[in-house]
Each structure stands twice: as structure tokens, then as C-alpha cells.
């Protein structure tokens, strides 16, 4: 039986010879990973870091680090830190991206807070999105399990996620409502309510000595033509007396001119929809934009229809808000969809997700004629109750030809006579208001691309602000506020700040050999040499075992094939003349520069060259 030479795994060997070779393309921008080791079951295990020499600030200095959500939209967490207490605020995710293959997703770089776990006296929620939560479970264990702290909603919200993590520890959960009050370690800490998507959301006061932090979290003005309502004003009433000494705040929609669409003309839209349909009614929207959906619910009842609830994410995330008492549908409203055809068309409206596309989502299995319990037919309406994410438009183009074939009716977000979305964020005028209504002193844009938060620097300038006033971060950029709460300033070191990324059951911030090599798999394939090897004379036993995926079509390149077998006898016959033992690891990284080499000069595309060498 031929062995595998020198190391047991050869998963191992595999792993390593694909990041060297991998390592050719692309140049520069791949830093040397001496040290990185791959375990057997390929993950990694990462060197033992240098210790961050970051010091404490000092006695009455204000530290501010946005670790994540300042370089993207997602993955948002803020941490301030003042003497011996930090506040931690949101733990958000981002999903994964065309750099990051096979990814699950992305969480914020917790480094700098592991560092200083005992410092750490709270997380404190904004609302229960996931930008802003869906980091919770792996931030947590990795900063040391502190007290969490917000509003009912957002803490069952976090409960249920937690739920798919029974390995990790529970949550130590607070419940603070909107008019609340807590100290933690020296800093005493308020809220107040604001408008978003979901209920529950709320802004986070700060006090120090020198004024106060404040940040609303995602919002957008409850007004009308531009008219703040009577209980949006209350809400924000007490900063009339405030000394607001920093403002930290969303920037996602500060290219978008005007005041955001107000929910209720979305909800006027809805209801006017609902009436004129005269077959079953399908609306698709976002399963976070609860309050749209509660008042679906609504609408339903007051038409005596009857509400279908399909999609995993739409079911779990109304049955926390009946957990939470904010949602109470009559008996009888919500049926089961296998009673669809119970019903006449026209009493049956049918909640779902998968507006964006997203093939395995109850629409997506709809249009694809692949969802076991419902078939689409003539005289059915749908409603996409959403906006496009960006990325996502060629796969709802498809969903839309997809539908189209049934021949249904379609009414989305761009083409509708009728309002059947708006954003939860607040565009240029509702960002204007709250800087008039805050009035700060300084001002950190956060929630955004570089650009957008340079863009609504200008938009606070324009107010009056000074630039001096006013820092725009990178990820993990130490801000302080110094001179008794005179001066902001950016600190030169940065905390870390590489995206730590979960792939299966791992995490970390090194996982780019893997990504690199899927990356690499995905433009030019694989090419796998297997040579079996004499190791008494170094020569080759038979003719080498070739593999290729994704790179060319063997049976057709039968000449390419032929010179890379000479290649990589030549390369092994003369890599082990005099050798003994057999030195089989330079072989092996010579053999793969040879090939590689050949194979672009001849392709030009750089496969991903995997040797594996067996000797008996
Ligand atoms: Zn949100
Ligand atoms: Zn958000």
C-alpha cells in the first residue's frame, strides 16, 4: 500500500500547498502568513497576537471606537470608554459578499474589548435588527458575557437568536424601557424612543461631565410634509434643555434628498391595494419591518380576510411580537396555509419572504414552482413591499420573470401608482432635524460607506458645525474628546479591526488564505497532480494522476496534458537525484511553481496547482 509521505493528513498537505501557490496571484496585496497553521479539519489557528499597547485614557478623557458599521452598512458597534468603564453599544453582522465566498457572515472585530473584558460594565441594544444584533451571540462570549440592556422587543428578539447557539452561554438580559434610568460602573445612562421599523427602537443618552453622548440608533421622523407629529416632538422635547456634547448618528440614507416616505402612507397604500384585489392577495417584504407587517394584519381583519403567514423568519419574528404583547390578532385571523383553498381568493392574503430573490425563500419556491403547499395562479396579485438591496437586482429580476410566467399580476416598489414601501432610515431632512434639535457640540458620522459619512460631515457643516468639530472613523479609529470636553481628536493607533468572519464553527479575522483560495477556485478552477513516487530511487512509479475542476476540459487538451506529465516527472526526478532522504516538501513546492507557471503560459488562468505526492 503506497503511504502518504511524511504527514498523516493529507488534507493538511493539500491546504498548505494551495495557499502557496494561491499566494502567486494578485501580488502585492496578500501579506506572507508565516505562522497561520491548518489543523486537520482545516481550521485555522491563528498565531498568538501582540499584545495591544493601546493605553487606558487618561483621567478625564472621553474615548469613542467605532469598531464596526463605519466602512459599511452593517456590523455596527460603538464602544466609549471613559476611566474605568466601557460601554459597549450594538453588535450587528453583515452578511457576506462577493470577496468573501462561503462566508456566513461577518461580525465586528471584538479585540480591543477582549483586551479589557473587565472594563466592560454593558451592551446596550438599540432595536432588533440584525445589522444591530445579529452579533450578539458570538460578541458576547468573546467580550466576557456583560449585562445586556433594552427594550422588551429587541431582548426576546436576542433571546431567540441566542437560541440557535445552545453551546454558548445565556444572556445576562436586562429590560429597559424608553424612560429609563441606569448607572453602570461610574456612567449614568437614559434612553428615548424613536421611529424606525420596528417597535422598541431607541436612542441611548450617555452623561459625562462635559455633556452628554448621544445616539438615536436607526430612526426616521414620524411627520407628515415635513410636519414632525405632536408625540415625535415629545419624544425629543428634553433636548431642548440637553448639553449634547457628541452626536453620534445614522448616515445609510444621507444622499437621499427630502424627508423619508412616512410608514403611513405606505399603510394607506397597502389598504388601498388590499381593497381593489379581487383574487388572493401575495405580499413579499422584509420579515424585520414589523410594524408593516402587524399592520397587514390589521388591515386583513378590518376586510375580514384571513392572513397567511409563510417563510420561517415572517412566523418566528410575529410570534415574538405576540410574545411581546405589541401584536394581538384576533382568533381565527391567522390560518394555516394548507386551509388556502378553503377560502374564496379574495378573503386570503399570504405574507411572505423573499422579496429580495433569495431562491430557498418562500416566494422564490413559488415562482419556481418548487413551494409544496401553494401554486400560483391567474388573478393573484403580488406585492413586493421593498426596495432592491443593492446586489440583489439581477435575482429579482428573475423572481419578477419567474412570477410573470404564472400569469400574475405584479405591483412593486418602483412601478406602483400606490406607496408600498419606505426606507427605515431618515433621509437629509429628518438627519437635518435632529442636528438642529440636538444641537452638538461635536459630531462622529456613523452607519455608512466612507463616502456617506464624508457626505453628512458636509450636511453638519452646512448647519454650522465647525470641521474641527467633527471626526469621520474608519473602523476601530480612536476618537477622544480631551481639554475638559474642548478638543476631539483621532489618536494614531487604531484598534484592530480586520472583519472577523464566521465561517461554519469557526471565527476569525486570518480566515483569507481560505477565502482567498475559494476566490481563486471560483475564477480558474483546480488542477490536482497525484505522482507516486520510488522512494528508494526518487523516481516516479507510474505516470502521475491528473484532476482538474472548473479549468479546462481534460479530454480535449490531451498535448497540455502530456507536457505537464513531463513536467512534473522531470521536476521530481531531478528534485530527488543525490537527495536521501527525499526532501519531499521542497519537491512539492517546486513542482507546483513549475506548473503553475506552464499552465498560465499556456491558459493563461492561474488554477488552483494542489501536488500531492505519495511514496512507497
Ligand atoms: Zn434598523
Ligand atoms: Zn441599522
Not at 487618561?58 to 469613542?64: F, H, K
Not at 456583560?146 to 429587541?154: D, H, M, Q
Amino acid at each position: 500500500m503506497p503511504k502518504l509521505e511524511q504527514n498523516p493528513s493529507p488534507s493538511l498537505k493539500a491546504s498548505r500547498s494551495s495557499y502557496q501557490y494561491g499566494s502567486k496571484k494578485g501580488g502585492n496585496n496578500r501579506r506572507p502568513r508565516t505562522g497561520t497553521q491548518v489543523t486537520p479539519n482545516n481550521t485555522l489557528l491563528t498565531p498568538k497576537k501582540k499584545v495591544n499597547i493601546i493605553p487606558p485614557p487618561e483621567s478625564g478623557i472621553i474615548r469613542i471606537i467605532p469598531l464596526g458599521g463605519v466602512e459599511e452598512i452593517g456590523k455596527n458597534m460603538t464602544a466609549i470608554e471613559i476611566g474605568d468603564d466601557i460601554i459597549v453599544i450594538d453588535a450587528g453582522m453583515q452578511f457576506k459578499t462577493e470577496d468573501t465566498p462561503g462566508i456566513d457572515y461577518i461580525i465586528p472585530n471584538t479585540t480591543y474589548l477582549e483586551e479589557r473584558k473587565d472594563k466592560i460594565r454593558a451592551m446596550i441594544v438599540t432595536h432588533g435588527h440584525l445589522d444591530h444584533i445579529g452579533g450578539i451571540p458570538l460578541v458576547m462570549n468573546r467580550i466576557g458575557n456583560p449585562p445586556l440592556y433594552s427594550r422588551n422587543l429587541t431582548i426576546l428578539m436576542m433571546r431567540k437568536r441566542q437560541e440557535e447557539f445552545p453551546q454558548l452561554q445565556a444572556l445576562n438580559t436586562n429590560i429597559v424601557e424608553k424612560d429609563s434610568v441606569v448607572t453602570l460602573g461610574n456612567i449614568r445612562i437614559r434612553f428615548f424612543g424613536v421611529t424606525h421599523t420596528v417597535p422598541d427602537s431607541m436612542g441611548i443618552v450617555i452623561e459625562t461631565p462635559f455633556g452628554s453622548i448621544v445616539t438615536p440608533g436607526d430612526y426616521k421622523l414620524d411627520q407628515i410634509d415635513g410636519k414632525v407629529t405632536e408625540e415625535e416632538e415629545k419624544e425629543y422635547a428634553f433636548f431642548d434643555k440637553e448639553k449634547v456634547l457628541l452626536l453620534l448618528t445614522d448616515s445609510t440614507n444621507v444622499e437621499n434628498e427630502g424627508f423619508s416616505l412616512p410608514e403611513i402612507k405606505v399603510h394607506e397604500g397597502l389598504d388601498k391595494l388590499i381593497k381593489q384585489g379581487n383574487g388572493r392577495i401575495i405580499i413579499a417584504a422584509f420579515s424585520s419591518h414589523l410594524t408593516r407587517l402587524m399592520k397587514i394584519v390589521e388591515i386583513a381583519e378590518s376586510l375580514g380576510k384571513k392572513i397567511i403567514l409563510d417563510g420561517r423568519s415572517i412566523k418566528t419574528n410575529m410570534e415574538i411580537c405576540e410574545q411581546a404583547g405589541i401584536f394581538k390578532p384576533k382568533k381565527g385571523t391567522i390560518i394555516p396555509i394548507e386551509d388556502v383553498d378553503s377560502y374564496p381568493p379574495n378573503k386570503i392574503i399570504i405574507l411572505m419572504t423573499g422579496a429580495q430573490g433569495e431562491e430557498f425563500a418562500a416566494l422564490g419556491r413559488v415562482a419556481n414552482k418548487t413551494h409544496k403547499k401553494l401554486t400560483l395562479k391567474p388573478g393573484d396579485t403580488i406585492i413586493l413591499s421593498s426596495s432592491i438591496v443593492p446586489g440583489n437586482e439581477i435575482s429579482v429580476q428573475h423572481l419578477k420573470d419567474n412570477l410573470t410566467r404564472h400569469g400574475v399580476r405584479i405591483i412593486s416598489y418602483r412601478t406602483s401608482e400606490e406607496y408600498i414601501h419606505a426606507t427605515g432610515h431618515g433621509n437629509q431632512e429628518d438627519i437635518k432635524w435632529l442636528h438642529r434639535k440636538t444641537h452638538p457640540k461635536f459630531f462622529i458620522p456613523i452607519h455608512g460607506w466612507h463616502s456617506m459619512l464624508v457626505k453628512h460631515k458636509e450636511i453638519a457643516m452646512s448647519l454650522g458645525m465647525s470641521g474641527e468639530n467633527i471626526i469621520v472613523p474608519d473602523n476601530g479609529s480612536i476618537i477622544e474628546i480631551v481639554d475638559s470636553g474642548e478638543r476631539i481628536v483621532m489618536r494614531k493607533e487604531k484598534a484592530p479591526s480586520g472583519p472577523m468572519m464566521v465561517d461554519g464553527f469557526s471565527i476569525g479575522d486570518e480566515q483569507d488564505v481560505v477565502i482567498r483560495d475559494r476566490v481563486m477556485l471560483a475564477q480558474d478552477g483546480m488542477f490536482v497532480l497525484i505522482a507516486t513516487i520510488d522512494s528508494s530511487t526518487g523516481k516516479l512509479r507510474k505516470s502521475p494522476d491528473i484532476i482538474s475542476r472548473g479549468f479546462i476540459y481534460l479530454k480535449e487538451n490531451q498535448e497540455l496534458l502530456h507536457q505537464v506529465r513531463l513536467i512534473i516527472k522531470k521536476t521530481i526526478e531531478d528534485g530527488s537525484k543525490g537527495m536521501n532522504p527525499i526532501n519531499f516538501d521542497l519537491i512539492k513546492t517546486t513542482l507546483g511553481d513549475n506548473i503553475s507557471k506552464f499552465l498560465f503560459q499556456k491558459t493563461a488562468k492561474r488554477p488552483l496547482v494542489i501536488p500531492v505526492l505519495l511514496s512507497i
